[in-house]
T-cell receptor, first 113, second 111 residues
Framework: DGGITQSPKYLFRKEGQNVTLSCEQN?????MYWYRQDPGQGLRLIYY???????QKGDIAEGYSVSREKKESFPLTVTSAQKNPTAFYLC????????????FGPGTRLTVT | GENVGLHLPTLSVQEGDNSIINCAYSNSASDYFIWYKQESGKGPQFIIDIRSNMDKRQGQRVTVLLNKTVKHLSLQIAATQPGDSAVYFCAHSGSARQLTFGSGTQLTVLP
């Protein structure tokens, strides 16, 4: 099946620890995105990548880092500098062509205590 | 910055009735609009899209209406079913193929 996978579904960390969230897609999409969703709110863009080895900051990049070494993979690291990391994290991809539609993964719920 | 917002945060409808979910946006330069459905604990799913050169588009049981004069977007769901209960987001295109999302409307279908 083609799609986007995120792992794990639930993640628990202690404050002060870095944590990396996985996002993999087999849709052959060029562009990938990371969003953060807080309860009762919409999606806010953290980082995005339109091509391998290139990525740009979104609206709320502080305290996060990404890499795009392979077309299929776009991992997100939540660093200890992120002041309020507990949230639902969503990864998405897009063909990079004329369509704007983004396909989303199932999400990772991160809880930091 | 760009802004996409919703008129109502919650909507309850009787099963079988039609639902209308509204969305306001502020960027008149937006050329692409999407509606997503998000069930609890899952990622958003694409429902339907519309380009700015259209004012109406129909899908299976769903219709999206775009009024560029008042910068308003709506999603109509015909014969609402229990499986339609979810949060619905509108989104619009920005620069570099980014999407800007509204805060969502929780649709609850009553038996």
């Amino acid at each position: 099946d083609g799609g986007i996978t995120q792992s794990p579904k639930y993640l628990f960390r202690k404050e002060g620890q870095n944590v990396t969230l996985s996002c993999e897609q087999n849709l052959n999409h060029d562009a990938m995105y990371w969003y953060r969703q807080d309860p009762g709110q919409g999606l806010r863009l953290i980082y995005y990548s339109q091509i391998v080895n290139d990525f740009q900051k979104g609206d709320i990049a502080e305290g996060y880092s990404v890499s795009r070494e392979k077309k299929e993979s776009f991992p997100l690291t939540v660093t200890s500098a992120q002041k309020n990391p507990t949230a639902f994290y969503l990864c998405a991809s897009n063909t990079g062509g004329p369509a704007y539609e983004q396909y989303f993964g199932p999400g990772t719920r991160l809880t930091v205590t | 910055g760009e802004n996409v917002g919703l008129h109502l945060p919650t909507l309850s409808v009787q099963e079988g009735d039609n639902s209308i979910i509204n969305c306001a946006y502020s960027n008149s330069a937006s050329d692409y609009f999407i509606w997503y459905k998000q069930e609890s604990g899952k990622g958003p799913q694409f429902i339907i899209d519309i380009r700015s050169n259209m004012d109406k588009r129909q899908g299976q049981r769903v219709t999206v209406l775009l009024n560029k004069t008042v910068k308003h977007l709506s999603l109509q769901i015909a014969a609402t079913q229990p499986g339609d209960s979810a949060v619905y987001f509108c989104a619009h295109s920005g620069s570099a193929r980014q999407l800007t999302f509204g805060s969502g409307t929780q649709l609850t279908v009553l038996p």
